[in-house]
């Protein structure tokens, strides 16, 4: 035995191998982990000594050692056998070893060496050829870190060091490794041969195989990935493979296909019962009411029997069906041309494209002989697609029956196999009606005037009141007209242009009602004054009686002024002061010297309010040109406005339809008389009214986009994020300018909001007695009218309450139909629902492609207690500073909800409400319990926590920590900005 044998023999027996791995090496060779002999060659024979010895575990420890410092001149070769390197480029070689101090050998000369040589020597294959040195190429010489000494032998303590070295590149198909003692008392303990790769991983649902690194460590390997089953891309999925054989820079990523969704780094259908649309990050939603899926994997839900899905719907919509028929059918023909209503249907299908259709038949004295009726009846605004449950029908006969067919019809009426039921009005005319008046006849004409006389009825039924005398200029083509009235079958019509054409009709009234239009006549005013000298008799007894009535109404003006008028003119104004003292005292006026808003239902005679607020405007000068819509009180025109010394302005009119009662003519001029009193540049002007002749009309500035919530349905997603806050900034100005004048709107809502040429958004609809939207579903009547109730705070629904702060609130939601471009608040919820869910604390979600500050204040403007939403004039500040900061802009509610866990350093939370909410705009709802628990119940307490109080908790992870800590930091900053601005969150 060597004197190497005696050192190490019985030390190796001690020696424990600790065997590992890394999902990134592939191991060509490790000599702990051969089971039977290595088969190494040594040269000499008697130079490195084989040791193999059991470990704990009764595994075979394979060591080689050799400790010939005695003798001079050592040159011991070990050489291993052939190692293929397989796809390696670049091998890396691992030794452990031990090595012993000269310093403490005894007796030992200056040839004892404490290192050891490595060479290697590529080959394509095994061979057998006699060892020659001179063929290897040296790697290293390998020393070692710490070395043994005679103390360490005595306590069997063997200092083991660790040494690795690269080779590389290799071209040829394996190699042999070689290792040379020149005088060393050395234990080779374990060989490991390995090299590196990227592993094959799966990442945003694509794979990426096991890939080699080049052997340049400077340079990366570009992987394309494959999506995985049941995915497709996105943006092509890439990851780098670096020389360490670590994945970096992960760019693009797949998602899973229609009917499927991510769950665990992988794409699963979709359970029955639930569909998933479109390709995306979405998951799986369950399938809208009236709807299913049986079996997974479901792109769309199938309706069920009887309910369908209109073309345009989207496949996130409600199956629905077509409505039922109208209910409570009734007309009125009191005073007015004859008026047919209806109640909407008790079941409109789950719809709110509702429409109604009327079929008129004229029905003779026997069965079955009506027939349609023929165009001799005029529907106002028309019989067919009416949105409103009311229509008027003029120009009917007397002494006859007619039969009107009503029907209710949505967007899926025409789906349906089942027959239509319809409501049915039958109306008999001869009940008292009047007949028509015999031939109109000129008697006489002049530049501006005509005398017409007619043959009374030969049959009426009922006495006749009176007549009335319809006329307009025949160029007109009955554009406009005005109209007359007189007790004897005879008239005067004064006020015309010379030598002009009209057209003139003439119908009798009796208290059955109208009769119909007699034909039309035509007539012309003369043109020179030598016509006038034959009329000067006539002329005489006009200008006599004239002067006569005149007289008498001085005397009865005087008489009112004594007895009443002085009286009610006081006590109108009294009212509007006392109102106005009232609401200062009430805090709904700012402050004394700012122009307050009186109600004209303050005035005893509205009219007077009329005449206070707004300006008379010669119908002469006002041209219409088209009809655009129609309203509650009648058509919707647009038109140009001459003004003299001025340019011709567009202008939209509104007109009050014939045959209406004077309390709808007062309700009409009431909102005239409300917008006479706003002047901002975001409220909708008004240009003036026509109250001295027929029709009367309300004129106001023409605005080209229409109403802002079918603008936005039109242009969807065609807006920028700063041209929407531009939007919602003007609306809100316009809200904070009513505010302040003391003006509650009570209906803000997108559909009131009406857009220009310039995308200027003005506030509008300021009636408060009509229709507040095409689907009755939108509408809840409570004791006092109805109440629109997805735009409407809680405690005007429950309370009627009306406040700016109920404003405030449907701000909010007009806010929302923004951002959404127009979708409808609480979607298909009914209205009972959304009252329930709004009760219970659940608010709107944010649009798609939302800013977290918006969303944020939408959230501030619902809160449940009034008094602590926002005013408006905190909005528009805030707003502002979006604006003049765009990077607010740029955090958005998805982006939150899809971070990873990582801290947030640069969001900016504004405008929270309580510390649960800026726990979920973080993604970290799961610690609301922990922060409550520990009494951090404000945001203020929460601003002054330290990471150790974080921790303390119960925040254990060193991610979570971080984003805490970090949108603490920035919620601090927020709350010091907002405080010096004197804006509380």
Known sequence: MTFGNRFFVSLFLGITISRFSRCNQVVLLDTTSVLGELGWKTYPINGWDA???????????????????????????????????????????????????????????????????????EMDEAHSVKFKPSQYTKIDTIAADESFTQMDLGDRILKLNTEVREVGPMTKKGFYLAFQDIGACIALVSVRVYYKKCPFTLMNLASFPDTVPRVDSSSLV?????????????????????????????????????????????????????????????????????????????????????FFRAEKDPSTMACTRPPSPPRNPMFNMNDTCLMLEWSPPSDTGGRRDLTYNVQCKRCGPGPNQCQLCEDELRFLPRPLGLTNATVTVTDFSSHANYTFEIESLNGVSDMSTFPRQVAIITVSTDQGGPSLVGAVKKDWASP????????????????????????????????????????????????????????????????????????????????DSSDMASDQGQVLVIVTAA???????????????????????????????DKRRTDYQNGLVPFPGIKTYVDPDTYEDPTQAVHEFTKEIDPSRIRIERVIGAGEFGEVCSGRLRTPGKKEIAVAIKTLKGGYVER??????????????????????????????????????????????????????????????????????????????????????????????????KVSDFGLSRVLEDD??????????????????????????????????SYGIVMWEVMSYGERPYWEMSNQDVILSIEEGYRLPAPMGCPVALHQLMLHCWQKERNHRPKFVDIVSFLDKLIRNPSSLLPLVEDLQSLPESPAEDMDYPMFISVGDWLDSIKMSQYKSNFMAAGFNTLDSVARMSIEDVRRIGVELIGHQRRIISSIQTLQFQLLHEQEKGFHV
């Open 547 to 577: 002067v006569g009535g005149f007289t008498l109404l001085i005397i009865l003006t005087l008489f009112l002024l004594i007895t009443g008028r002085c009286q009610w003119y006081f006590k109108a104004k009294m009212t509007s002061e």
């Open 448 to 527: 501006n005037s005509i005398a017409l006389s007619w043959q009374q009825p030969q049959e009426t039924t009922l006495p006749i009141t009176d007549y009335e005398v319809k006329y307009y200029e025949k160029e007109q083509e009955q554009l406009s007209y005005s109209s007359t009235h007189t007790r004897a079958p005879s008239v005067i019509v004064s006020g015309l242009k010379p030598a002009t054409w009209y057209i003139f009709s003439v119908r009798t009234r009796t208290a059955g009602g109208f009769s119909s239009y007699s034909p039309k006549y035509e007539y012309q005013t003369t043109g």
């Open 222 to 306: 570009e992987v394309r990935g494959a999506c995985i089953d049941h995915a497709e891309e996105r943006d092509t999925p890439k990851l780098f493979c670096g020389a360490d054989g670590d994945w970096l820079v992960p760019l693009g990523r797949c998602v899973c296909s229609i009917g499927y969704e991510e769950i665990d780094g992988s794409c699963v259908a979709c359970r029955p019962g639930f569909y998933k649309a479109y390709a995306g990050i979405i998951k799986c939603s369950k399938c809208p009411p009236h709807s299913f899926s049986y079996g997974e994997g479901a792109s769309i839900c199938r309706c069920e029997k009887g």
């Open 664 to 761: 709808q003519r007062r309700d009409f001029l009431r909102e005239a008389s409300i917008m006479g009193q706003f002047d901002h540049p975001n409220i909708i002007r008004l240009e003036g009214v026509v109250t001295k002749s027929r029709p009367v009309m309300i004129v106001v500035e023409y605005m080209e986009n229409g109403s802002l919530d079918s603008f936005l349905r039109q242009h969807d997603g065609h807006f920028t994020v700063i041209q929407l806050v531009g939007m919602l900034r003007g609306i809100g100005s316009g809200m904070k300018y009513l505010s302040d004048m003391g003006y509650v709107h009570r209906d803000l809502a997108a559909r009131n909001i009406l857009v220009n040429s310039n995308l200027v958004c």
């Open 51 to 121: 040791i193999t010895e059991m470990d704990e575990h009764n595994r075979p420890i394979h060591t080689f050692q050799v400790c010939n410092v005695m003798e001079p001149n050592q040159n011991n070769w070990l050489r291993s056998n052939w190692i293929s390197r397989q796809a390696a480029q670049k091998i890396y070689v691992e030794l452990r070893f031990t090595l012993r101090d000269c310093n403490s050998i005894p007796w030992v000369s200056g040839t004892c060496k404490e290192t050891f040589n490595l060479f290697y020597h």
């Open 776 to 809: 009755p579903e939108a509408a809840y009547t409570t004791t006092g009218g109805k109440i629109p109730i997805r735009w409407t705070a809680p405690e005007a629904i429950a309370y009627r309450k009306f406040s700016s702060a109920s404003d405030a609130w």
